[in-house]
């Protein structure tokens, strides 16, 4: 299958690129070229933002309980081709069918919450501030929003900006990942199917060029960003020389704590799919396991039994439960940490350098790796890895775990598995990050809360979806009113 | 009367700067010499910092509605030295008492509505977001924040942040204005009589030093900012480049519109306090009087009228309704604008320039001047002037005014004047302006409203008092959980 | 077309009263038979609220945010039917097609917002209420709910109730208008097609005794009513006296005020509509034009001619612009107003009692009626008709038409046409009632406002749809825990 | 020390009753007379009513932001009070002057967090709820709200609704306990000093016939009350009859459970404040402990050896630790209890009924009472006793426990004793109860949060204090506009 090059979507129409570059989009668990994504150009992104920009005041205009019907049509839209979309998801990212369901099925909750629009959108008012004086905060949209989301999630990320920042009255432009645009591409074609006035929702495919392109453009009043903590700092600090509003959400580092009293056999099947689904490549993925006193021996045991029966292979394929990392270049990124880790002494339980998946010679697999014996100032214990490479550490109590969790520079999430409800309050209420599980292995805020870090995992205030969304994509404009 | 040389309150104490560097603090009547201010150094801003972040874990442990506590006593001392703040801060900033007294009424309702922080503070929380797993998010302080405050509202400025930021658990730094730094050390006096735990508010007197000190302080997790344009560009950038939470509030440049049907003698009433009031040094004065068709003649007559009733003198002799601007210096900036004004030919109706007020010949006095047949692209009508200086224009209709309006790069504040309900809601409509007066002089949003303007003259999104307060200085951290 | 018999709709499945009582469904315009519906015994009642009970627990435990996944399929399902059942509603209860497409759009509204629930039933929560203690408020469902519905929008008001109740996780009976039931038949046969578990929806036809039955279960834990005025006193008194929840909203008697300044063309229009718009069986009706200083006479001209251009008809024929009334016997009671107008003195300037209607000489159809000279004393200035007769009243001043809507009993709805942002300002804050309208003729919240009156017009205190309904269908349950 | 013959505060003065009736107020702990309590009459009661409603216009137009100065000063001069009204509260109630304080505290801040009204009391609104039309829902006060308050909490109780109530804008009448009326009295005495306008605070002294007078005086808009079960249900029904708003908070049985894992000197410690504190004379005491599993011996023997530590006496008496209960006919029915539980074959473990006090010997004490077996049937384990008598039970189970407590008609307050998270989620999921402790005694939301119970506890929707307050005494009065 081949997709040929891929178009942007600009002003309600598929247009082609002008550019002279373009990336080839490679299934990760083939190697084989699925389509060719253009690197659009600095003028292609501003006649995208030029065409949102002319939409917005008539998109604005139309009542949001009507807005919100066009997110009513895409959820149906969405279930519709809910399974095809999610095929698709497993050949340009590399996931596993159940994986890309289950970010499917998040993404559609992006748009059912952003539904409730007119409710979520109120602004709020008191009489007589002053004798015979009103004040009303209205919730006003302001013109053109842009999101520039990442490879790992291709189907759900840009749904954590545009329908909320849409239903709310603004217009779009999302810059979907250049290695994994095809998702993106199938919801547009839905999203033009749904009926969107031209210009309210847009699509350039891109990388950096087109990325400072939105950061420069004066008519972008904001800019989502998800992505690596470097480039987020580069986003944030960007965007805020030109006075844009801004949210970049980074990397991550999560630290998963064990307490002795943990139910083992829950524990363990939460911190293994925590690890190593999506092989390791999501913002919320555990990376280094705490043992807290004397359960180490039993969780090793236990995590190793369990990480060895991991399924690697393609995610098309039935029994499959770990699939590749994204890129051949990523996966050599990842083998290199494995042989820092080596090289710095770390124990290494469990090597998942030379798996060997059948059919699939080029793909660019890397099986479940297990470090222990690993000490904090080891890469592997401090650095994003973006890949199934878990450190096991030990330390005597709740006190050292979080110690250790608030020397890492991130802060996205972090879990603790215990039976005590002390334990889960004390660590909820010190670790001092903004995504906590108590017996969660992924603590995912859905789509009515909000998402985002802390530490270096985020810059901005206002976070992801939830409340924050429409607050980030709405200003509070405050009318003082007497007559007379 | 003489303060001598200012200190700063750090960790619970008040200490002398080992600064080298000091300005003198001149009342602006009289020019006389109040006190001296240290321009404290980047190690003493650190050291600041350092006893706030010592003093967060124990503050924040305090229950909120402890905390309010502090701030139920804190209003109380206010009252109890309302007056002599009040004729405090007529000394060093130039206001007359009864501008000073209206803003120290704006300074305690900040505190009141701090008070409030338990209900203020709350967070939200869903059962069963997934069978048998619950989500709670909580509201939780962050750490060390600042805010950096200009000469025009010493009293009420910091008090936009400072009451916030430390109800809801957190602990702060003030770099007041060097120009007006005295307010603030007696508002800092009576917050050491409240007893706050020794670093949870802190002040350091200094300059441009001092403000990047606190930029560049890793502990410091967010910066409130208030003052001209271009310097809250440079701190939007600087702190998001530190990947910061920041909120600038910048310059304004305020279109007061009259429509034929304004009641015309409570229009001028207002458009009088708007334009002089403060002697125009308010990021929310009218600077721009756009008379819409056949009103203009009456408007200009009656506006001159009441504008050469204007008694410029010292704020805390009886009778006077304008005080002096800030500075020499300020002053020399004031005229020269109104000599760019008479220079590009705009009609001078008005001239403010020689005025003398008997018995103080070194104040910085300069009277109410108007500009008439004024360009949009003349300086005294695009750019901030922050004197008693205005403009007016006269266009066709509401339209013209709308669209006058949306060329100017501020966007702060802006009023209409009218008895229609339909221009009135088409104005506030379609203005694109974040405080919006109807019949209103000053739309100045209260302190349980929130406080900031769009376009170039606000950088960040959450703004300033309010809920934004809330949002700013909290981050809502999601605890998911399960039991097994 | 008949239906037949109908049945109730308990635990799943379409059942057959045992009741030996049944009363003719018929059509308004055409006196023909559509349906039997069997006046349901207490016995049947209760065995409805025990199914209800019975799926409480269960689907209580079901996430809101798949609960809301069953209306967003029922959205889909009525959009579908849309069509059928807007003819339908014309057919069971007289109104004309646009008006009934109309109503069916707000149903599909309640639904919509329904779906929002995972947002909308958060719940609240503050950490450290003492040191250590934390407290979180979560709303929790109560478990069976019940309403009692009116004929006027047999489609719409029951969906005022249950999408809320049931997102919220309680389950719910409807007892549907006896004389108009048949809407509510096909919303069921859609209800049961989105495969609601059995028990969470549940349809009991009947009247008197039902109703009774429904109040005296002591497992239903709250009332819903729509109705007149005496009934919903007797509804709140008596489900009071069982200790239940109850909101129950009433009769209206609506006052227009019309100002010296109203744009009159538009005025008319909207006058029109919300006078003889469903025949005036509305609770939002206007039924007192009162036309303030000399706006009197214009105000009577230009209503009269457009009254007089009101097209009385069967609702499915095209160009008919108002239907008949529900029934004989209350097109008794309207043509008994009249008639007492008349006898009271007041001046008949339009009689709508001799209307005919070609084609349907035994349709229940009643014409503009037009008083003037009416005495705030006489019962059609002061009772609610529920049908198109209207009074002109005159006053010098909007003091005297606030006087005179403050005398009345009622305190539904009530408007204001003006240009006046002031008049406008006044009008709202003190008519003292809780649906206002300004330039609006049908002053309707929309699903997500909350839908009530003040005084004799609502019983209880929270209200129909918006934020109200989930307080009623919820219980902010207080947890408060501290570990040791 | 006596207060002689106490007056009632009506329209800003105090004034004497007409009545004939007088009941005495006597220190329970003493038997003598503090005062004589009018029982006011019909007539003057309405007479309050009438002063309440002439006030309200004037009041209901002070902006929110001084409204709530009022009560800034209030909480000011109840600090200053606060050490002699708690004094008073121990001679007319019986409380130890440590409980009194306690409450004297929640008195306080029910007036600290009404006076955060100008936030709390904001109404929500959405521009464009149709094109060009807004619609704002603003929050009005109603007119005259009274409460009907028990004589467990008379300094607290009034302040649950009064300052929430006032602060909204409404006049307010006040019926305090004829049995503790002196706390009111000093109130009083510091509202007048305040200097609430006349008729906005009032308080009439009375028993049942001003009750009644208050229920159905048509100008009270709404009523609290607070009292036994069958009162509220009296109130509800009876005020629901005549079409107010009411919320009315009964009787209690309260269960606390005790698991296996709760670490038992903390619970033992919690459950003798919850069962023996203010003499058991609380909506919130414990009454039934419930031992899960083998918890049951080691409870029992801990919790006895703690009851027996128990110092009975006055209030005021240093050491002591539980007062009397409130009257000497209450005193009968506790002993009444505590013999129908012998009759009923339970366990008597400790006997308070011939505790001797030195130096006291007609003040009406009970000691601390204990019993074991004791059957669900028994009146000591279903009826609410309110007095020191504790019911012993054990259960195999949580599922058990969770059982045994539906069973019983009322639901306050309960709480569970464990160590486990999952244990405490599943009670507080399970329980049906609206207070929930987890490992607290006394489940009593603050003055921020919602109280009120459920099942046979409570009548009405709205709860107490917290931001149900806030709806209760407002309507959202729903303004929809456009202009043309």
């Known amino acids: 299958m081949s997709f040929g090059t891929l178009r942007n979507y600009v002003g309600g129409k598929w247009v082609s690129s002008k550019s002279t570059q373009f990336l080839d989009v490679r299934n990760p668990a083939t190697d084989e070229v699925l389509a060719q994504v253009p690197l659009s150009t600095k003028q292609e992104v501003n006649e995208a933002v030029s065409e949102a920009k002319k939409a917005f005041t008539e998109w604005r205009e139309v009542p949001p309980v009507v807005r919100a019907r066009y997110f009513f049509n895409l959820r149906n839209l969405l279930e519709e081709h809910f399974e095809d979309i999610s095929r698709l998801l497993v050949q340009e990212n590399g996931k596993t069918l159940a994986e890309a369901r289950g970010s499917m099925r998040r993404a559609v909750e992006m748009v059912e919450v952003s539904a409730g629009i007119p409710s979520l959108m109120m602004g709020h008012n008191l009489e007589d501030i002053a004798p015979g004086i009103d004040c009303v905060a209205v919730r006003q949209p302001l013109g053109v929003f842009a999101c520039i989301t990442p490879f790992n999630f291709p189907a759900m990320v840009p749904l954590w900006f545009l329908p909320f920042a849409v239903a709310c009255g603004n217009t779009f432009v999302v810059k979907p990942s250049e290695q994994t645009p095809l998702c993106q591409k199938r919801i547009f074609e839905l999203m033009h199917d749904v009926g969107f006035p031209p210009g309210v929702v847009n699509m350039v495919n891109g990388a950096k060029d087109a ?22 700092r580069y986003v944030y600090e960007t965007a805020g020389k030109r006075g844009k509003r801004v949210q970049a959400l980074g990397g991550a580092k999560n630290f998963l704590v064990v307490m002795p009293d943990a139910d083992l ?51 098309l394929d039935e029994g499959t439960t770990m699939g590749p990392v994204i890129s051949r270049k990523h996966k050599e990124k990842v083998l290199g940490y494995i042989a820092s880790g080596v090289r710095d002494g770390a124990g290494l339980l469990l090597d998942g350098r030379n798996v060997k998946v059948n059919g699939y010679p080029n793909g660019y697999f890397v099986g479940p790796t297990v470090f222990e014996n690993v000490e904090p100032s080891m890469p592997i214990a401090k650095e994003e890895i973006f890949g199934p490479v878990v450190s096991l550490m030990r330390v005597a109590s709740l006190e050292e775990a979080l110690e250790l969790i608030s020397q ?11 039976q005590s409800g002390g334990a889960a309050r004390e660590f909820a209420y010190r670790v ?3 995504m906590i599980g108590i017996n969660i292995g992924i603590a995912a805020p859905m789509a009515f809360f909000t998402f985002g870090g802390a530490k270096g995992s985020f810059f901005g205030d206002l976070k992801a979806h939830g409340r924050d969304s429409v607050e980030f994509f709405t200003d509070k404009r405050v009318i003082i009113s007497r007559w007379f």
């Open 432 to 434: 001092g990050i903004s």
């Open 211 to 232: 990325v400072n392109a939105l950061l420069e453009n004066k008519d972008v009043i904001g800019v989502s960003f998800v992505g690596s903590s470097p480039v987020a």
């Open 265 to 315: 056999d829950s524990t363990v099947a939460a911190l293994i799919d925590s690890c190593f689904g999506c092989a390791g490549e999501r913002c919320l993925a555990g990376s280094v396991l705490v043992a807290v006193g004397d359960v180490y021996d039993k969780l090793k045991a236990k995590f190793l039994e369990a990480a060895k029966k991991v399924v690697v292979g393609y995610g």
């Open 408 to 418: 890492n520079e991130f802060g996205n999430a972090t879990s603790i598995f215990t």
